[in-house]
């Protein structure tokens, strides 16, 4: 496991401290490690998102791989 160091607003690190105190983090990299897979999710979902609307706007193949990839040939 590595450290990295990030600078931060005096409001983020108030954000953090305050996060700690209520108890829904044990201490600052548990609360950064929560934030960086909740950005994964937002990720996933962004993606998962995209791929809907190419199907609903017929941006998708369907059929045999090898008989698609002749036409772009």
């Known amino acids: 496991m590595s450290t990295i160091s990030v600078p931060i607003k005096a409001e983020e690190e108030k954000f953090i401290e305050n996060y700690i105190k209520s108890g829904q983090a044990e201490n600052k990299a548990q609360v950064f490690r929560r934030a960086l897979r909740l950005l994964a999710e937002e990720e996933a979902l962004s993606r998962l998102r ?16 090898r008989k698609i990839l002749r036409k772009f040939k």
Do not use: A, I, K, T
Request: neutral net charge.
């Open 50 to 65: 995209r791929s809907q609307e190419d199907v609903r706007q017929g941006r998708v193949f369907q059929g045999d791989l």
